[in-house]
């Protein structure tokens, strides 16, 4: 019986996840997803001190923030205000550590090709 019951939520977690990748991918969630894309994946200057560790502590709460508020969602716009809300923390961390780390002497470095 547990087991039947078991494949019931599964089937139904299915069939939900289906229909939420059905849907049109929320104007926040692209600004969400396109921060996403921005998160520094290593310390600038290749300095790993509290201003690093504190930025990638930072980001790992933002990403479990947003999945707690996700799965309560209750309607469209707590998903739109969950994702707003994970976009503009990311980006505001990753300003707050190259500003810090600035502020030490170490700038981040980017680098533009143009053809």
């Known amino acids: ?19 939420q990748a059905a849907l049109p991918m929320l104007h926040e ?30 980001v790992m709460e933002a990403q479990k923030e947003l999945s707690s508020d996700l799965r309560n969602a209750s309607d469209l716009e707590d998903r739109r205000e969950a994702w707003e809300e994970y976009g503009v923390e990311l980006r505001k961390e990753r300003f707050d550590y190259i500003e810090a780390m600035a502020k030490k002497g170490y700038r981040q470095g980017t680098v533009t090709v143009a053809s």
């Open 1 to 19: 019986m547990k087991t039947i019951a078991k494949l019931t939520t599964l089937a139904a977690l299915t069939i939900g996840a289906a229909a």
């Open 29 to 58: 969630e692209a600004f969400a997803r396109e921060e996403e894309k921005l998160i520094l994946s290593g310390p600038i200057a290749g300095i790993q001190n509290r201003l690093w560790f504190d930025y990638r502590i930072d």
